[in-house]
């Protein structure tokens, strides 16, 4: 299993993707609405701010399943702004 640093990395980079994903279609259709966009980027945003929560908790009874949950509720919810992101 990864250690929390990696994880941590992972959390940084998979959204920061998908909000770097939402500022180039707002550059590449500057004549459509970017609220959506800006909408993505704050449910983006909140997420991280909930992964690393979760990924800071020091007091964990059993820590493997914790982190094995914390990264699959970062998958599904990496799908879930994907397919916003797409359908911009």
């Not at 980079?13 to 959506?36: A, F, H, Q, R, T």
């Not at 020091?58 to 599904?76: A, I, N, P, V």
């Amino acid at each position: 299993m990864a250690n929390k640093r990696d994880l941590k990395k992972d959390i940084n980079y998979v959204l920061g993707d998908i909000i770097e994903e939402v500022y180039i279609w707002e550059l590449e259709n500057p004549d459509k609405d970017n609220k959506s966009g800006e909408v993505i980027i704050d449910e983006a945003i909140t997420s991280f701010d909930g992964f690393m929560a979760r990924a800071n908790e020091r007091k964990l009874e059993d820590s493997k399943k914790h982190f094995k949950s914390l990264r699959s509720d970062l998958e599904k919810t990496a799908k879930a702004l994907v397919e916003k992101v797409n359908a911009l």
